[in-house]
């Protein structure tokens, strides 16, 4: 479901996004006060995302853990 | 050429504009203006001190009024009178004519002498009471001391005539003297009667018989209801005392004793049935006196009632005339042609809003003269007007406690708006913690009316700022899904990419590792894995993974801020700027640090264990790369080729710091002396501004003035002084160069230490988790463990606790401390970028903004 790609997928729907943003703004002298705030909150919501999503693609250590009970273990 | 529509994005172009109008309607002008609030007037008369201007007599009257009109309210507050409050949202005051503003003042002054004259006999009333009620206690307690002591009359001669009296005749002499009825008046034996406050009483006790040797008798008795003070009006208890002594100097002496101690001292009659006929008249005056003191008390009260329905509105009409004559003051006026002159600054845009209100004016005045409003030519520094609304209010505060922008560079609040409230998020990402703010944020602004009205200081400081916290809110529960924190807690949104490695024979406490599900295949698709959550190595990973966000952060925060100052630079036309300062700057911060945050992604997309490599460190990867360039840490590899890229960004960094140094003092140079070579000149006045003020401003003319003639604007001028009224205007090298050096240090340092200070990202959020983990144990973990009707009792009181101290320690307290962290990134790290925070801000006259600013009117208003 999730992999590599997903990165270059939540670009291009970030990169859409930001596209609406801009093209259906309101009209008025708010307007660059609208595009400029939606597309730096979907950039910095991306880069979160994508950093969070990459730091565990390739992960280089493991969860570990002494405390589980038998019962629960394989949930 | 049609002006541009202002925009948020940068400050609104300003204008200097003149304004001619006929003397007649110089009020009715100003307070249009007042009411439309978009000029800035400037000081004509600076030369002038405060009493010798125009309008000084009319605002003296004004400042009368004023304080006749708080003298009422003191008054009323005194009685106990509601103010009735104006709320200007709703009851709209038109603009007052010269004549009501007369009417006023006359109406002030008669209501004032009446209501001064009602208090000063009410005042004489009440002292009249107390004085009738205290004589009346006198002769009632006094009264008693007589029945009693004509009981015992021979023991006071005793002891007053006869020192070596024995100390037991006063028994004896009671058996004989039991039927005395004597006078004391026939024993020459005189008292004083009188009142005195109980907290002197035993000061007065010891003065007098120190002063008389003990040749007193001094009998005493509370009066048990306090008296009122008339000076004060406060409760004050008294004693009433009866002192007995010999011989009419004694008396006198005692008499004067008493006055000076503050005592009053009554006329009363020994005889019992004279004394009886005075406490008749006495009541009978009280009654009379109470009668009086009603009708004068209710009559006050009318008249202060009455009052109470217009003080606020008659208050707020004051300060809005006096405002005016205070503007009026401002104005030079042109005696020859009975017209007033004024200059201020406007937003260009509005100017025609600012004719039509001329013209209104002068249409109701019927005025053949028309009102002329000129736009004039200036190279004076405009102000810096920012429009806001209401959610962009509270950001464009929070810039502007920092400086005012530059007039028309880039509005630092407008990246601020998302920057902010996001990097606060990422410090204080909790969704539990995140919901109830929103939840705070989102009741300030659905009750946005009703709570406008609460003057609780705290509050309103909130209330002032819900519009950030709603956004904040907003980008802390998006954080807090990526963090999958809530409360402490996380939520199993997906299926996990890990699972337990579960070894055979498995028993309690034994470790387990988990491994990936699909190597190659699925991974968590939103936020941390729940997986982390609770294990041993949990902060191993999540500390590697926000150390390396914040760094990534900090990189798109700040290379998101310089290239402002390309925009900037690009506006004012300083092509120099760009090549100068922004492109060496941007390329000496991307091969360093742009550098660092391509080899944390690249890092993290390889598949490391999987392609059988060992991962380099990223922080000795970087301080190789400057201690010995060419080298690489234990030989390892990021990739292929690293040593020889990283000897290329190092070179590349090095190079523009001469570049940042030298190219922009020297270009200057060159272009200011070729500039001369083709023999322009400085031009020795800088602002020509007015007609008006020539003479202050052309001070330090040169020669250079007179072969210019009138065509001033023809002639090209050298200095680029934004700041108006500033002393150079000379092209100085050294000073240009100075500043270059500074800022060229400045910069190189900064990108170092800016980005490092992005870290606090990183140790905040460590620090909110960590601590919502703690309270967590701490309260509820410990009530779930417990079992039975204690347990459930025991899990209610744990909640309460563990709720209140959420909000106070978590959301509160962590979420102040998060939003200063914020601040300091948008202030230092952000702004320092491109921000030159040269401006003046625009204060227009304006009667809303002053209403809203006054601290003595906010009591009148609702």
Known sequence: MANGWSIIIGLVVVAGMCVAAWIFSPKGENQVLWRSSLILA?????????????????????????????????? | MAPKQDTPFRSADMSMVQLYISNEIGREVCNALGELGLVQFRDLNSELSAFQRAFTQDIRRLDNVERQLRYFHTQMEKAGIPLRKLDLDVDTLAPPTTTEIDELAERAQSLEQRVSSLNESYETLKKREVELTEWRWVLREAGGFFDRAHGNVEEIRASTDNDDAPLLQDVEQHNTAADVERSFSGMNIGFVAGVIGRDRVAAFERILWRTLRGNLYMNQAEIPEPLVDPTTNEPVLKNVFVIFAHGKEILAKIRRISESMGAEVYNVDE??????????????????????????????????????????????LVSKEKAVYNTLNLFSYDRARRTLIAEGWCPTNDLPLIRSTLQDV????????????????????????????KFTEAFQTIVNAYGTATYQEVNPAIPVIVTFPFLFAVMFGDFGHAVIMLCAALAMIYWEKPLKKVTFELFAMVYYGRYIALVMAIFSVYTGLIYNDVFSK?????????????????????????????????RYPFGLDWRWHGTENDLLFSNSYKMKMSIILGWAHMTYSLCFSYINARHFKKPIDIWGNFVPGMIFFQSIFGYLVLCIIYKWSVDWFGTGRQPPGLLNMLIYMFLQPGTLDGGIALYPGQAKV????????????????????????????????????????????????????????????????????????????????????????????????????????????HTASYLRLWALSLAHQQLSAVLWSMTMEKALDTRGIGGAIFLVVAFAMFFVLSVIILIIMEGVSAMLHSLRLAWVESFSKFAEFGGWPFAPFSFKQQLEESEELREYMG
């Open chain 1, 42 to 75: 979907f950039i910095s919501c991306y880069l979160m995302w994508a950093i969070t999503f990459l730091a565990q693609l390739h992960p280089l250590i493991e969860p570990r853990r002494s405390d589980l009970r038998k019962e629960y273990i394989h949930h």
């Open chain 2, 490 to 522: 996380s939520m199993t949104l997906f299926d996990s990419q890990w699972k337990w490695v579960v070894p055979e024979h498995y028993k309690d406490g034994m470790t387990v590792k988990a491994e990936l599900r699909e190597p190659n295949g699925y």
């Open chain 2, 646 to 753: 990283q000897v290329i960004l190092l070179l590349l960094a090095v190079i523009q710091v001469p570049i940042l140094l030298f190219l922009k003092p020297f270009y200057l140079r060159w272009e200011n002396n070729r500039a001369r070579a083709k023999g322009y000149r400085n031009i020795g006045e800088r602002s020509r501004v007015s007609a008006l003020d020539d003479d202050d401003e052309n001070g330090h003319t040169n020669g250079v003035h007179g072969d210019e003639g009138d065509d001033y604007e023809g002639a090209a001028m050298l200095t680029h002084d934004d700041h108006g009224d500033g002393e150079h205007g000379e092209f100085e090298f050294s000073e240009v160069m100075i500043h270059q050096v500074i800022h060229t240090i400045e910069f190189c340092l900064n990108c170092v230490s």
């Open chain 2, 271 to 316: 005889n019992s049935d004279l004394r009886r006929d005075q406490v008749h008249e006495v009541n009978a005056r009280l009654n009379d006196v109470q009668n009086v003191l009603r009708n004068t008390q209710q009559t006050l009260e009318a008249e202060l009632s009455q009052i109470s329905q217009s003080l606020s509105a008659w208050m707020i």
């Open chain 2, 362 to 389: 002068n249409n109701r005045a019927g005025l053949s003269v028309p009102s002329i409003i000129n736009e004039i030519r200036t190279n004076k520094t405009p102000p810096t007007y920012l429009k806001t609304n």
